[in-house]
């Protein structure tokens, strides 16, 4: 399975996701915030990136931007995490350099499915 990078600042929020997803077989760390989320993905290197979009330090776009810049992470797949579903959000997130986007709130069994779709899509699965 994969290595999923979750970048949430709410704890229960984030430790939800990460508990889903470990339950499905990927390897989880965790960052309470977007500069966390940075360090982590140049030292961890994950497969696949998760980030909230309002979080303290750095915002989730901020954070997509600094690691689709540096060349060690360039290639992992970013998927913003918001609770907006407003057009000019997502626009935002995809001049940011994401690759998709969820939609909170979302059922477990839905972001486990999603997640494999986005693995699958970039050749993770």
Do not use: W
């Not at 889903?20 to 982590?40: D, Y």
């Amino acid at each position: 399975m994969a290595h999923i990078l979750v970048a949430e600042d709410e704890r229960d929020i984030r430790e939800l996701i990460a508990f889903t997803l470990s339950f499905a077989g990927h390897q989880i760390t965790q960052a309470a915030n977007g500069e966390e989320a940075v360090s982590l993905a140049q030292s961890t290197l994950p497969d696949l990136i998760l980030t909230d979009v309002r979080m303290p330090k750095m915002t989730g776009y901020e954070a997509c931007k600094q690691i689709k810049a540096h060349q060690a992470t360039r290639h992992i797949p970013v998927v913003i995490l918001s609770a907006k579903g407003q057009d000019e959000e997502i626009e935002q997130g995809r001049e940011a350099g994401a690759d998709e986007y969820i939609l909170k709130p979302f059922a477990p069994d839905k972001l486990q499915q999603r997640v494999a779709e986005i693995l699958s899509k970039h050749g993770l699965a």
